[in-house]
């Protein structure tokens, strides 16, 4: 059983900063890439950013704004969001591709999501 836990959602003001924070848990072999995703009211879910040993992406709307970042000695990976925008406020979704162990193939894994807020 794995699981993955997002921390660090909540409400800002425009241009102010949050720290997301995804841990995975339980049965993990290995890992190949961790990411956020995000949902608005109405809308689908689009990637944020994604991160692998050797690469990183981002959104368009995230670039230079926000930072992706990982710790694989906690299986942990964080997303740094400053100058947040009102068009920033969706739920944010943890996302994780890994194997349960060396024979087994490899899955997408979801959190359950933090909601973040940017109003005045």
């Known amino acids: 059983q794995v699981q993955l836990v997002e921390s660090g959602g909540g409400l800002v003001q425009p241009g102010g900063s949050l720290r997301l924070s995804c841990a995975a848990s339980?049965?993990?072999?290995?890992?190949?890439?961790m990411g956020w995703y995000r949902q608005a009211p109405g809308k689908q879910r689009d990637l944020v950013a994604i991160t692998s040993t050797s690469s990183t992406t981002y959104e368009d709307s995230a670039k230079g704004r926000f930072t992706i970042s990982r710790d694989d000695a906690k299986k942990t990976v964080y997303l740094q969001m400053n100058s947040l925008k009102p068009e920033d406020t969706a739920v944010y979704y943890c996302?994780?591709?890994?194997?349960?162990?060396?024979?087994?193939?490899?899955?997408?894994?979801w959190g359950q999501g933090t909601q973040v807020t940017v109003a005045s």
């Open positions: 339980g049965s993990i072999f290995s890992i190949d890439t």
């Open positions: 996302n994780a591709n890994l194997r349960s162990t060396w024979y087994d193939g490899w899955y997408d894994y």
